[in-house]
């Protein structure tokens, strides 16, 4: 599906709006600051997922209210403080169609917010995983005026990233660490090993707690390697974190790429 093809699904009118900047980790950080050149009066808005991120996460937001010169709002859930609320309200990790988390989290508090008449921001570049993740939220909200600034730009993350440091602007420290994104730490989106060997090595109390609640809720969330089946097909053997081997490398592919948006299902990092 092209995204040329997808945004003219329905032509639809809802008349003048808001421009609503959705923020978070650094492709968004970006978007937000193109975006604000050239139309001050966007608003630049934020789902503030309390402890569920790195403390510094919350510094980045504040740096870029002082980089965008203007505040940033900030949305949260009204019935979850964090994303482990929600899992063991749930009694729920992750499965085929996301985790419970982003629904209550990001999907709720931008519904309560959002207006049929405004004008959707999002950080997607223009990578290829990432316009194929703006070509399912196109498909998925057919009536939402959306745009991807980064991708109309031909903006990848590795860009992102670079103009990031020319303004000056520290990124999230999690990238530094070698995660591939700020998404919460102990993402059950996840399904890399090395993903959750690096959350072992990084953030051991994390990593328990979710190993935990693994196998408290039956979520076996990790790909431990992969077999052919009777036809021949090859498929995912899944297990517990707990199973992950000692020495499983900490090397997370597309290191410094990658986010949570309102579009993020299970995928393997």
Same mark, same amino acid.
């Given at each position: 599906?092209?995204?040329?093809?997808?945004?003219?699904?329905?032509?639809? +009118?809802? !008349?003048?709006?808001? $421009?609503? &900047?959705?923020?978070?980790?650094?492709?968004?950080?970006?978007?937000?600051?193109?975006? &604000?050149?050239?139309?001050?009066?966007?608003?630049?808005?934020?789902?503030?997922?309390?402890? /569920?991120?790195?403390?510094?996460?919350?510094?980045?937001?504040?740096?870029?209210?002082?980089?965008?010169?203007?505040? =940033?709002?900030?949305?949260?859930?009204?019935?979850?403080?964090? =994303?482990?609320?929600?899992?063991?309200?749930?009694?729920?990790? /992750?499965?085929?169609?996301?985790?419970?988390?982003? !629904? %209550?989290?990001?999907? +709720?508090? $931008?519904?309560?917010?959002? $207006?049929?008449?405004?004008?959707?921001?999002?950080?997607?570049?223009?990578?290829? &995983?990432?316009?194929?993740?703006?070509?399912?939220? &196109?498909?998925?909200?057919?009536?939402?005026?959306?745009?991807?600034?980064?991708?109309?730009?031909?903006?990848?993350?590795? @860009?992102?990233?670079?103009?990031?440091?020319?303004? !000056?602007?520290?990124?999230? *420290?999690? %990238?530094?660490?070698?995660?591939?994104?700020?998404?919460? *730490?102990?993402?059950?989106?996840?399904? /890399?090993?090395?993903?959750?060997?690096?959350?072992?090595?990084?953030?051991?109390?994390?990593?328990?707690?979710?190993?935990?609640?693994?196998?408290?809720?039956?979520?076996?969330?990790? *790909?431990?390697?992969?077999?052919?089946?009777?036809?021949?097909?090859?498929?995912?053997?899944?297990?517990?974190? +707990?199973?992950?081997?000692?020495?499983?490398?900490?090397?997370?592919? !597309?290191? @410094?790429?990658?986010?949570?948006?309102?579009?993020?299902?299970?995928?393997?990092?």
């Amino acid at each position: 599906m092209s995204r040329e093809r997808s945004q003219m699904t329905l032509d639809l +009118d809802w !008349g003048q709006g808001r $421009r609503l &900047l959705w923020v978070d980790g650094v492709n968004s950080a970006v978007m937000a600051h193109l975006v &604000l050149m050239d139309d001050p009066d966007a608003i630049p808005v934020h789902c503030d997922l309390g402890t /569920s991120v790195h403390e510094d996460s919350h510094r980045f937001v504040n740096d870029l209210e002082q980089w965008y010169g203007k505040e =940033i709002v900030r949305l949260r859930s009204e019935e979850f403080a964090n =994303i482990d609320e929600v899992f063991e309200r749930r009694k729920y990790l /992750s499965g085929m169609n996301g985790a419970p988390c982003t !629904g %209550y989290m990001k999907f +709720d508090p $931008r519904e309560l917010f959002e $207006r049929p008449s405004d004008l959707h921001h999002w950080g997607y570049t223009a990578d290829k &995983l990432d316009a194929k993740r703006f070509d399912g939220m &196109l498909a998925d909200y057919p009536f939402m005026k959306q745009r991807a600034p980064l991708i109309e730009m031909g903006m990848k993350k590795r @860009d992102t990233h670079a103009l990031l440091r020319q303004h !000056g602007i520290r990124r999230p *420290i999690v %990238y530094d660490l070698g995660f591939p994104n700020g998404n919460c *730490i102990g993402c059950v989106k996840s399904s /890399s090993p090395n993903y959750w060997a690096l959350i072992r090595k990084e953030f051991p109390e994390v990593f328990e707690r979710r190993a935990d609640q693994c196998r408290r809720f039956g979520a076996r969330l990790v *790909i431990l390697g992969r077999t052919k089946d009777e036809t021949g097909k090859t498929v995912n053997i899944r297990g517990f974190l +707990d199973e992950i081997p000692a020495d499983q490398s900490t090397k997370v592919r !597309g290191a @410094d790429f990658g986010g949570c948006g309102f579009h993020c299902k299970s995928e393997a990092a």
